[in-house]
């Protein structure tokens, strides 16, 4: 199984609070990608990095940012929750060359009341 | 307009009773086309890579095929073990830093 870890795994807070979710890899890999899912949308990208504080927007990414300081962290921020972000976050990590493949982190259950 | 599509959205199988599912892409230069498995409450779990039409893998009961427009994920025999939703990538060549995915197919094998 590829090193990728999510935290916290699961989250209830309330409308209009900061939420950060932590996804943090010990591949080495040099893409990282937040995903949410939901029914009947799939997995739909919000934002992804490229390299330690190089970032870019996903097709989703209205209410969120995103952080990279290192290489194996990549930080989620909802800078003030609303009902409809209520989701299921995945990060996902690839590398280059025989390393493109995207792994799966386990996921981040959020319900915002 | 790159675009992913998975057909059928749900399947029902009795053990043993063989069949594919399907996923058409739209894409301008294709890098590689992948396939997952997800388990409820879980990330998806990667199963297959295919960069040129032409190309197939197996693994156990799966073998996935890939042609210009579409791939196909055929399941031999299946258990009710396979029992998931698979899910379909793309990873286009103009901008590698994407995936695209398709909404996936919920399969059911039944005993």
């Known amino acids: 199984d590829a090193g990728i870890t999510q935290s916290p795994r699961h989250k209830v807070t309330e409308t209009g609070t900061p939420v950060t979710l932590r996804c943090h890899q010990t591949e080495n890999h040099r893409y990282m990608y937040w995903y949410r899912q939901d029914p009947g949308h799939g997995l739909r990208l919000i934002h992804y990095s490229y390299g330690v504080k190089d970032t870019d927007k996903g097709e989703v990414s209205d209410g969120y940012s995103v952080s990279r300081s290192k290489t194996e962290d990549f930080l989620l921020t909802l800078e003030s929750a609303t009902s409809s972000q209520t989701s299921v976050y995945f990060c996902?990590?690839?590398?280059?060359?025989?390393?493109?493949?995207?792994?799966f982190g386990p996921g981040t259950r959020l319900l915002v009341l | 307009e790159d675009q992913v599509t998975q057909s059928p959205e749900a399947l029902r199988l009795q053990e043993g009773e063989s069949s594919s599912l399907n996923c058409s892409y739209t894409?301008?230069?294709?890098?590689?086309l992948f396939w997952y498995r997800q388990d409820p409450g879980k990330g998806p779990e990667f199963l297959f890579t295919?960069?040129?039409a032409g190309e197939e893998k197996e693994k156990e009961r799966l073998k996935a095929t890939l042609t210009k427009k579409e791939s196909f994920l055929h399941i031999t025999a299946p258990k009710p073990e396979d029992s998931a939703t698979y899910l379909c990538?793309?990873?286009?060549?103009?901008?590698?830093?994407?995936?695209?995915f398709g909404s996936g197919t919920k399969l059911n094998v039944k005993p």
């Open positions: 996902a990590i690839s590398g280059e060359g025989a390393q493109e493949t995207q792994y």
């Open positions: 990538a793309v990873r286009p060549s103009y901008n590698f830093n994407k995936f695209y």
């Open positions: 295919l960069y040129s």
């Open positions: 894409v301008s230069g294709l890098r590689g």
